[in-house]
């Protein structure tokens, strides 16, 4: 019987909010139309609250044109 | 109440708005089973199931058709899925924890009326067993009311 090790928790961030400003001041409800998910959707990835699916995070990525590790990153906590 | 209608999605409102027609129509069906004679009358307790029933799908429909006319229609994303799902979640086991209490709560009270004590009535375990639903649906709709505020 191994021991269970209890994964820690990963540090998600991202840096939608600086690239919507750098395409154009793009606003939350324009990227959420873009990417076909609700306006409190992108405010709680941006914010951190909320982990996307891979495809969100990939369509978020697209949008701005980037590959998804310009746009996420994680570290362990 | 106003920021929170700004800030939230047509799925948020119909939550709150599902939430608040619950406790208004099963409260006023609380109330008048506990006071009224559908507390031991097997007739005026459906007759109150039913028109709380039919109420509750009334206000239901005038309110979905004013906050979609109210609010943008949004395509329903992965977020509120996910919210959905774990609310359902918590109704389910509220709904089979309340189940559980009532069911062993009916026997011994039916030994108890073998004994000689007060029999169970038809009626009031009908009415136990209506609250285990509204109690899950309550639950259900608190627990995404809180995820959607959390943001997930």
Not at chain 1, 37 to 51: D, M, N, P, S, W
Not at chain 2, 14 to 24: F, K, M, R
């Amino acid at each position: 019987m191994g021991t269970a090790h209890r994964p820690r928790p990963l540090k998600l961030t991202n840096q939608i909010r600086r690239l919507r400003f750098e395409h154009g001041e793009m606003t939350q409800q324009e990227l959420a139309e873009r990417t076909h998910v609700t306006r409190q959707t992108i405010i709680a990835v941006e914010a951190g609250k909320y982990a996307p699916s891979l495809e969100l995070a990939f369509r978020i990525a697209l949008t701005f044109g980037e590959s998804i590790e310009n746009v996420f990153t994680a570290e362990i906590a | 109440m106003k920021r929170i209608l700004g800030s939230s999605s047509l799925r948020e409102q119909s939550v709150w708005a599902t939430l608040a027609v619950t406790l208004v129509v099963y409260g006023f069906y609380a109330g008048s089973a506990w006071n009224g004679s559908a507390a031991t009358d097997g007739g005026a307790a459906l007759g109150l199931l039913i028109g709380s029933v039919v109420a509750q799908v009334i206000l239901l429909i005038i309110l979905s058709i004013a906050l979609a006319l109210l609010t943008p229609q949004e395509p329903r994303d992965e977020r509120e899925l996910r919210i959905e799902w774990r609310s359902a979640q918590v109704g389910y086991v509220a709904l089979v924890s309340c189940v559980l209490l009532a069911v062993p709560a009916i026997f011994i009270w039916s030994a108890a009326g073998a004994a000689g004590g007060p029999s169970p009535q038809p009626v009031l375990i009908g009415h136990a067993l209506f609250l285990s639903v509204i109690v899950s649906e309550v639950l259900q709709g608190a627990t995404q009311i809180i995820l959607y505020r959390r943001g997930a």
